[in-house]
Nanobody, 119 residues
Framework: QVQLVESGGGLVQAGGSLRLSCAAS????????MGWYRQAPGKQREFVAG???????NYIDSVKGRFTISRDNAKNTMYLQMNSLKPEDTAVYYC?????????????WGQGTQVTVSS
């Protein structure tokens, strides 16, 4: 069982920056992959950025060069540094953790944190 808690959301102006945090209840080195998803009003949840236990990262094209995903293993926390924010980045951002164990595949989600970017 993995508990994930997001924080750091808020209201910012276009061009501003925000750093989201996702604190995990277990050693994140034991998590195969973590990532950030977002869901805007009226839209389906979409993948934004991910990072594996081997530090491989992946981003959707719309955030490349603006967002940076990282983790601090000592703090069991994953971050999403969001720069040059645009109104279209407005969404609820969710932390995700994916684990593969001998019990099977398991995915966990945080409660979400609201990011609002004003124009």
């Amino acid at each position: 069982q993995v508990q994930l808690v997001e924080s750091g959301g808020g209201l910012v102006q276009a061009g501003g920056s925000l750093r989201l945090s996702c604190a995990a209840s277990i050693n994140i080195e034991s998590i195969n992959a973590m990532g950030w998803y977002r869901q805007a009003p009226g839209k389906q949840r979409e993948f934004v950025a991910g990072i594996t236990s081997a530090s491989r990262t992946n981003y959707i094209d719309s955030v490349k060069g603006r967002f940076t995903i990282s983790r601090d293993n000592a703090k069991n926390t994953m971050y999403l540094q969001m720069n040059s924010l645009k109104p279209e980045d407005t969404a609820v951002y969710y932390c995700n953790a994916y684990l593969y164990r001998n019990t099977g595949e398991h995915a966990y989600w945080g409660q979400g944190t609201q990011v609002t970017v004003s124009s």
